[in-house]
């Protein structure tokens, strides 16, 4: 079965760099969620987007942006990096309908963020 | 606003013993709760879930947690852990198709 496929995998960027994480969900996912998950940290959550418009927003820094496209893809865009901003960085992605045992976030693997 | 405490950070089990892993959550509405692995530098995996019903659920690698309203707790339970089951888990609140809110985690260790 399809997963949550991010890329890339693995990101070193230098201070003050700029740095583009994208996810593309499940097919037929509607709904996006990220998430940073600091080094031994629990996960939080950063934003969502349904149907392309963002749906919630958590602790997202301001030079932080995300969006999702018309083909439900995500993009996390991440400016002006400094070192705390190094983490695994989870999407997650549910799937249309009203609430039920179905609609249950699916991960991707992440995407690891080292910032020198 | 709702929010999950796993009091144990870090459980060293014995390979073939049982293991007990707890979580209280605080949730405004019914909760709806999960329980999820990570092994070191993978992504989330979803064990089990618990959304309403039988209030003992039964999730994947053998894995039970018994959602008790009466003491707000969800706990991870397996009657024998493997060398494989070392991981982190995370238990987590949220409604369906919604944000989830983690706990901390509990690092499981097995010793031989």
């Known amino acids: 079965a399809a997963g949550v496929i991010q890329s890339p995998r693995h990101l070193i960027k230098e201070k003050r760099e700029t740095a583009t994480l994208k996810c593309y969900p499940i097919?037929?996912?509607?709904?996006v969620y990220w998430y940073q998950q600091g080094p031994g940290q629990d996960p939080q959550f950063l934003i969502s987007?349904?149907?392309?418009?963002?749906?919630d927003k958590g602790s997202i820094p301001d030079r932080f942006s995300a969006q999702q496209f018309s083909d439900y893809h995500s993009e996390l865009n991440m400016s002006s990096l400094e070192l705390g901003d190094s983490a695994l960085y989870f999407c997650?992605?549910?799937?249309?309908?009203?609430?039920?045992?179905?609609?249950?976030?699916?991960f991707g693997a992440g995407s690891r963020l080292t910032v020198l | 606003a709702q929010s999950v405490t796993q009091p144990d950070i870090h459980i060293t089990v014995s390979e073939g013993a049982s293991l007990e892993l707890r979580c209280n959550y605080s949730?405004?509405?019914?909760?709806?709760l999960f329980w999820y692995v990570q092994s070191p530098g993978q992504g989330l995996q979803l064990l089990l879930k618990?959304?309403?019903?039988?209030?003992l659920v039964q999730g994947i690698k053998g894995f039970e947690a018994e959602f008790k309203r009466s003491q707000s707790s969800f706990n991870l339970r397996k009657p024998s852990v493997h060398w494989s089951d070392a991981a982190e888990y995370f238990c987590?609140?949220?409604?369906?198709?919604?944000?989830?809110?983690f706990g901390t985690g509990t690092r499981l260790t097995i010793i031989p």
């Open positions: 997650a992605s549910s799937p249309p309908g009203p609430p039920s045992g179905a609609n249950v976030l699916t």
């Open positions: 097919p037929r996912h509607d709904t």
């Open positions: 987007f349904y149907e392309k418009m963002q749906s």
């Open positions: 949730y405004g509405a019914t909760p709806y």
């Open positions: 618990y959304f309403s019903g039988d209030t």
């Open positions: 987590a609140v949220g409604q369906p198709g919604e944000k989830l809110t």
